[in-house]
């Protein structure tokens, strides 16, 4: 087992990476909305209510972004596009002030900036969130769009300008998002041809991914290779990582929750608990945060086993972050390891 020393030595490197992050960028945005300022409205007689604040953060691919900044990485390229509307000024906006380059993220006049709207009713502990509002784009990805992330996405590996590429595959629509299915196919095609760490994430359709590592959850995984049962025990998801790894040709981390992480190749599996839970948590980020966590030990050499413990470390100190969508940071870490 990787020892405190050997973590600290792969976050070290951290520093030294040049990562992009290929998909869904989405604006996360919070109304915060104050109860006993609300009114009943004269034209309609429903309750008008009032916003006193407004949040806003990169979410989706955006908080990929974001733990990739707080995990001290040094160069993050963001490839996909918003729209030219108010929400992408804040999307972009919040990416700039992680450091995330822009210069490959399309600014479409005729598509939404996706966006997450989240009334949050104040309460007197805190506060509670009611009915989202979802902002997504439901006609399919425009070709000429397609071609721009798929030339940028291989000029960024052929050219060597990074160390790894995050796939941040958000949208349930089949090709209404950045991760369409010629994207996915030029991503095996880099990924066969190219020795860096590829690795993606998708919430439908992680079993349509070739020549890339994948993380699934334990469900997503059972259904990528034909299963409808959940998955009995460690033993047979170890078996279904290791088939889906076989077919897929790079390695699979299956996140468990509370269970952790295994980590497998066509050959072996190695199972990594999480650590034990501390009082309240919130796990709204936790796959994200895991999912930096991963790619950048990979990137900087470190074996299934080293990334699948830093994913599980960067995931304990995100879901002790209470009612926001947090990050973890070298400190932080090493603070949890002591």
Request: net charge negative; charged share 20%; hydrophobic share 45%.
């Amino acid at each position: 087992m990787t020892d405190k020393n050997e973590v600290a030595a792969l976050l070290d490197r951290f520093a030294q990476l040049r990562v992009a992050v290929v998909g869904d960028f989405f604006l996360d945005k919070y109304l915060i909305l104050d109860p006993s300022l609300s009114e009943t409205s004269i034209e309609t007689g429903l309750e008008a209510r009032q916003v006193v604040a407004i949040r806003c953060s990169p979410g989706a691919a955006g908080t990929v972004t974001n733990n990739l900044s707080a995990l001290g990485v040094a160069t993050i390229y963001a490839v996909g596009f918003t729209g030219d509307d108010g929400e992408g000024y804040d999307l972009r906006k919040g990416l700039h002030t992680t450091g995330v380059l822009t210069e490959h993220l399309q600014l479409l006049p005729d598509r939404f900036t996706p966006t997450y709207t989240k009334p949050m009713v104040m309460t007197g502990t805190g506060e509670r969130e009611i009915e989202r509002l979802d902002i997504k784009n439901r006609l399919p990805l425009p070709s000429r769009v397609e071609d721009r992330v798929i030339a940028d996405m291989t000029a960024l590996v052929e050219s060597g300008s990074v160390d790894a590429v995050l796939v941040a595959d958000q949208v349930q629509e089949r090709n209404c998002g950045v991760v369409t299915d010629r994207v996915r196919s030029a991503l095996k095609s880099l990924g066969y041809a190219s020795p860096i760490v590829i690795m993606a994430d998708s919430r439908v359709r992680i079993g349509e991914f070739s020549q890339v590592i994948v993380k699934p959850n334990a469900a997503e995984a059972a259904s990528a290779v034909g299963m409808t049962d959940p998955l009995d025990d460690l033993a047979e998801t170890a078996a279904v990582g290791r088939r889906l790894a076989s077919r897929n040709g790079r390695p699979v981390f299956i996140t468990l929750g509370p269970n952790g992480i295994m980590a497998c190749d066509r050959d072996s599996a190695v199972h990594v608990p999480a650590l034990p839970v501390r009082g309240e948590i919130d796990i709204v980020g936790a796959g994200d945060s895991a999912f930096a966590g991963i790619v950048c030990a990979l990137a900087v050499g470190g074996s299934l086993e080293q990334a699948a413990l830093v994913g599980n470390l960067c995931a304990s100190v995100t879901i002790h972050k209470l009612g926001t969508t947090g990050t973890a940071s070298a400190p932080e870490i090493m603070a949890l390891l002591s």
